[in-house]
Protein backbone atom coordinates (compact mmCIF):
# COMPACT_ATOMS: atom_id res chain seq x y z
CA UNK A 1 0.00 0.00 0.00
CA UNK A 2 1.65 3.55 -1.03
CA UNK A 3 1.62 6.64 0.63
CA UNK A 4 1.07 10.16 -0.33
CA UNK A 5 2.72 13.07 -0.17
CA UNK A 6 1.87 16.14 0.70
CA UNK A 7 3.94 19.50 -0.63
CA UNK A 8 3.70 22.55 1.83
CA UNK A 9 5.12 26.33 0.42
CA UNK A 10 7.93 24.23 -0.72
CA UNK A 11 10.76 26.79 -2.22
CA UNK A 12 14.46 25.77 -3.30
CA UNK A 13 17.61 27.64 -4.52
CA UNK A 14 20.41 27.55 -6.28
CA UNK A 15 22.92 30.07 -4.67
CA UNK A 16 20.86 33.33 -4.90
CA UNK A 17 18.23 31.83 -7.84
CA UNK A 18 14.69 30.88 -6.40
CA UNK A 19 14.30 28.11 -8.10
CA UNK A 20 10.77 26.46 -6.71
CA UNK A 21 8.81 29.29 -5.61
CA UNK A 22 5.77 28.78 -2.95
CA UNK A 23 4.84 24.66 -4.25
CA UNK A 24 1.31 23.52 -2.56
CA UNK A 25 0.75 20.31 -3.84
CA UNK A 26 -0.95 16.67 -3.42
CA UNK A 27 0.30 13.48 -4.80
CA UNK A 28 -2.10 10.82 -4.13
CA UNK A 29 -1.19 7.43 -2.69
CA UNK A 30 -1.48 4.73 -5.92
CA UNK A 31 -1.68 6.32 -8.74
CA UNK A 32 1.01 7.58 -10.79
CA UNK A 33 2.08 11.27 -11.31
CA UNK A 34 3.59 13.34 -13.97
CA UNK A 35 5.24 16.71 -14.03
CA UNK A 36 5.33 18.06 -17.23
CA UNK A 37 6.76 21.65 -18.16
CA UNK A 38 9.49 23.12 -20.04
CA UNK A 39 13.03 22.41 -20.01
CA UNK A 40 14.54 23.99 -16.72
CA UNK A 41 11.47 24.67 -15.08
CA UNK A 42 11.87 22.60 -12.03
CA UNK A 43 10.75 19.34 -12.81
CA UNK A 44 14.02 17.34 -11.63
CA UNK A 45 15.11 19.71 -8.42
CA UNK A 46 11.42 19.07 -7.41
CA UNK A 47 11.79 15.45 -7.56
CA UNK A 48 14.67 15.87 -5.62
CA UNK A 49 13.53 17.69 -3.16
CA UNK A 50 11.04 14.68 -2.12
CA UNK A 51 13.92 12.49 -1.38
CA UNK A 52 16.52 15.22 -0.23
CA UNK A 53 18.78 14.49 -2.95
CA UNK A 54 18.79 18.33 -3.27
CA UNK A 55 20.58 19.20 -0.23
CA UNK A 56 23.54 17.49 -1.70
CA UNK A 57 24.52 20.26 -3.79
CA UNK A 58 26.66 22.65 -1.18
CA UNK A 59 24.97 25.53 -3.12
CA UNK A 60 21.27 24.18 -2.67
CA UNK A 61 18.97 24.61 0.18
CA UNK A 62 15.15 24.29 0.37
CA UNK A 63 12.10 25.42 2.80
CA UNK A 64 8.78 23.91 3.28
CA UNK A 65 7.21 20.82 4.50
CA UNK A 66 7.23 17.68 2.43
CA UNK A 67 5.45 14.98 4.01
CA UNK A 68 5.18 11.46 3.35
CA UNK A 69 1.90 9.88 4.27
CA UNK A 70 2.65 11.08 8.23
CA UNK A 71 6.32 11.36 8.06
CA UNK A 72 7.39 14.77 7.91
CA UNK A 73 10.90 14.10 5.56
CA UNK A 74 12.63 16.94 6.88
CA UNK A 75 12.19 17.15 10.72
CA UNK A 76 10.67 13.21 11.65
CA UNK A 77 13.64 11.03 9.51
CA UNK A 78 17.12 11.26 8.52
CA UNK A 79 18.26 11.78 4.61
CA UNK A 80 19.73 8.31 4.61
CA UNK A 81 15.95 6.31 5.69
CA UNK A 82 14.04 8.87 2.86
CA UNK A 83 16.54 7.96 0.17
CA UNK A 84 16.15 4.42 1.46
CA UNK A 85 12.75 4.29 0.94
CA UNK A 86 12.33 7.19 -2.05
CA UNK A 87 13.93 5.60 -5.13
CA UNK A 88 14.73 7.71 -8.32
CA UNK A 89 15.71 6.89 -11.73
CA UNK A 90 18.13 10.06 -12.96
CA UNK A 91 17.76 11.71 -15.67
CA UNK A 92 21.63 11.12 -17.01
CA UNK A 93 22.55 7.60 -15.99
CA UNK A 94 25.59 7.91 -13.90
CA UNK A 95 27.02 4.26 -12.35
CA UNK A 96 30.42 4.34 -10.71
CA UNK A 97 33.11 4.55 -13.47
CA UNK A 98 35.71 1.89 -11.98
CA UNK A 99 32.63 -0.91 -11.77
CA UNK A 100 30.88 -2.56 -14.56
CA UNK A 101 27.04 -1.82 -14.63
CA UNK A 102 26.39 -5.37 -13.24
CA UNK A 103 28.69 -4.43 -10.18
CA UNK A 104 27.18 -1.10 -10.10
CA UNK A 105 23.48 -2.96 -9.60
CA UNK A 106 24.32 -5.59 -7.57
CA UNK A 107 26.00 -3.58 -5.25
CA UNK A 108 23.07 -1.31 -4.34
CA UNK A 109 20.84 -4.60 -3.78
CA UNK A 110 23.30 -6.28 -1.89
CA UNK A 111 24.07 -3.30 0.42
CA UNK A 112 20.49 -2.69 0.85
CA UNK A 113 20.26 -6.21 2.01
CA UNK A 114 22.98 -6.25 4.46
CA UNK A 115 22.13 -2.71 6.25
CA UNK A 116 18.25 -4.74 6.63
CA UNK A 117 19.95 -7.89 7.74
CA UNK A 118 22.17 -5.99 10.38
CA UNK A 119 19.40 -3.54 11.79
CA UNK A 120 16.99 -6.79 12.11
CA UNK A 121 19.27 -8.36 14.30
CA UNK A 122 20.50 -5.24 16.10
CA UNK A 123 19.33 -5.68 19.88
CA UNK A 124 16.61 -3.08 20.91
CA UNK A 125 18.32 -1.87 23.52
CA UNK A 126 21.25 -0.75 21.22
CA UNK A 127 22.52 2.89 20.97
N1 LIG B 1 23.14 22.03 -9.89
C1 LIG B 1 22.60 23.20 -10.27
N2 LIG B 1 23.21 24.36 -9.98
C2 LIG B 1 22.66 25.55 -10.33
N3 LIG B 1 21.49 25.67 -11.00
C3 LIG B 1 20.85 24.54 -11.32
C4 LIG B 1 21.35 23.24 -10.97
N4 LIG B 1 20.50 22.30 -11.41
C5 LIG B 1 19.49 22.97 -12.02
N5 LIG B 1 19.71 24.30 -11.96
C6 LIG B 1 18.83 25.35 -12.51
O1 LIG B 1 17.55 25.24 -11.88
C7 LIG B 1 16.52 25.42 -12.84
C8 LIG B 1 15.63 24.18 -12.85
O2 LIG B 1 16.39 23.09 -13.36
P1 LIG B 1 15.81 21.61 -13.40
O3 LIG B 1 16.94 20.74 -13.81
O4 LIG B 1 15.13 21.32 -12.13
O5 LIG B 1 14.71 21.74 -14.57
P2 LIG B 1 13.92 20.60 -15.35
O6 LIG B 1 12.51 21.05 -15.43
O7 LIG B 1 14.17 19.27 -14.73
O8 LIG B 1 14.59 20.66 -16.79
P3 LIG B 1 14.74 19.49 -17.92
O9 LIG B 1 13.37 19.31 -18.53
O10 LIG B 1 15.72 20.06 -18.89
O11 LIG B 1 15.23 18.27 -17.23
C9 LIG B 1 17.21 25.72 -14.17
O12 LIG B 1 17.28 27.12 -14.34
C10 LIG B 1 18.59 25.13 -14.00
O13 LIG B 1 19.55 25.85 -14.76
MG1 LIG C 1 15.00 17.44 -15.41
Redesign the pocket.
Known amino acids: MGVGILVEDLNAW??S?H?LQDINLHIPANHATA?I????????????CLNRMHET?P??RATGVVKMGEVDIYRDASPVEIRRRVGMVF?RPNPFPTMSIYDNVVTASSSTASATAASSTRPSSAH
Open positions: YGTTLGPSGCGKSTFVRNIAQ
